[in-house]
């Protein structure tokens, strides 16, 4: 029986392989077969997958494949995977593709007839995704915002009014910078969940108003350190357009008034639709949305 078959290795192949984001013991079992029984690796940052080897005791070559060098390099992994040989592509963490190496050299495997076989596995965005408490069933992976001011305002104001949740990564020499024009682009209710250092000891979860969630990462140098993920509650347009006036007369009125009656009267006070202002008060009930996981 050959190594192909022992692992279920096929020759001439890439294998899209991903990676813990943080706890080791995340890594599948299918993915530990298929790093000890491909031919090469091509790894984003060799020293670290190393590490990932040294762990689970696998002898492994080791290809360096990163954004500096991945168009160059991709002729020579098709070379190889032309002989015969098979390839394992991962990234520092995560599915690679995902804001990792790996597109050019998938892209060329594809056009040129290369078997692509991708396996499931971590990924910071839907895991953050998972745990945000915000709508899961349509959104916008964005990745990284752009790194000088005007382009990154110019971003978030093109994304002010889509409805659909909004994933972002973060470095974490940007975050407050990130969330600063953030309040700017969209003011200060936006609801953004903050993921942090997913998956390990220090992991946090954390949701407000991008205006308080601004105000609690200043509050402690700790909460903007790690992996970042940020997860925008998409725009609302009925809510968000609401009078601020509206809504302090709707909560003066409820203390003596039951909600239907006082959603009414402040509706015809101030103008507005009711089933808006309804939305609204269900959204308030209905937000424990406001918590925190770990230590941080």
Known sequence: MTQYQQAGISASTLYVVPTPIGNLEDITRRALSVLRGVDLIAAEDTRRTSLLLQYFAINARLFALHDHNEQQKADVLLAKMRDGQSIALVSDSGTPLINDPGYHLVRRCRGAGIRVVPLPGPCAAITALSAAGLPSDRFYYEGFLPT?????????????????????????????????????????????????????????????????????????????????????KGHQEEIDMLLPAALRTLSFLTVELPMNKAMALAAVIHGVKKNALYRYALDQRQKPLKWQNGTA
């Open 148 to 232: 000088k001011r005007k382009a990154r305002l110019d971003r978030l104001e093109a994304l002010a009014h889509k409805s659909r949740t909004l994933i972002f990564y973060e470095a974490t020499h940007r975050l407050l910078e990130s969330l600063e024009d953030m309040v700017t682009a969209w003011g200060y209710q936006r609801y953004v969940v903050l993921a942090r250092e997913l998956t390990k000891i220090k992991e946090t979860i954390y949701g407000a108003p991008v205006g308080e969630l601004l105000a609690w990462v200043q509050g402690n140098k700790m909460r903007r350190r790690g992996e970042i993920v940020l997860i925008v």
